[in-house]
């Protein structure tokens, strides 16, 4: 690629005001400025609540269910080639890796519920 391309490639993109976020939580952009856009709906931070209810409700078990659910699922991306993720860790195989650990603290925590529960 040469600098000329370079240059019409980065002037076609958005512009700088469209790619800071709003201090209200809104993107801006031409839409947005306009009214047209819906709002912004921090649907993430419903889901992270509801993860938190279900795991604060089934305690170890919920964490169990959930980490295995996850690994099947990223060890099936790791097979058919996912190498770099979405999720923090960004190595699949780190993600693996944290997944198994949340399993082992799951079964761990499952165990140390049951026999407690056992000795009263």
């Known amino acids: 690629m040469s600098s000329d391309s370079d240059a019409r490639r980065i002037a076609s993109g958005p512009t700088p005001s469209q790619l800071v976020p709003?201090?209200?939580?809104?993107?801006?952009?031409?839409?947005?400025?306009?009214?047209?856009?819906?709002?912004?709906?921090?649907?993430?931070?419903?889901?992270?609540?509801?993860?938190?209810?279900?795991?604060?409700?089934?305690?170890?078990?919920?964490?169990?269910?959930?980490?295995?659910?996850?690994?099947?699922?990223?060890?099936?991306?790791w097979r058919g080639g996912l190498k770099k993720s979405k999720c923090w860790l960004r190595d699949t195989r780190l993600v693996l890796a944290y997944f198994a650990v949340l399993t082992a603290a799951g079964v761990w925590g499952t165990y140390a519920v049951v026999t407690s529960l056992l000795r009263t």
């Open 22 to 77: 709003d201090p209200g939580g809104a993107q801006f952009s031409a839409a947005s400025r306009s009214g047209d856009a819906t709002p912004y709906d921090p649907l993430r931070l419903c889901i992270f609540a509801t993860i938190a209810l279900l795991g604060w409700l089934g305690g170890p078990v919920t964490l169990i269910v959930f980490s295995v659910v996850g690994f099947a699922g990223y060890w099936k991306a």
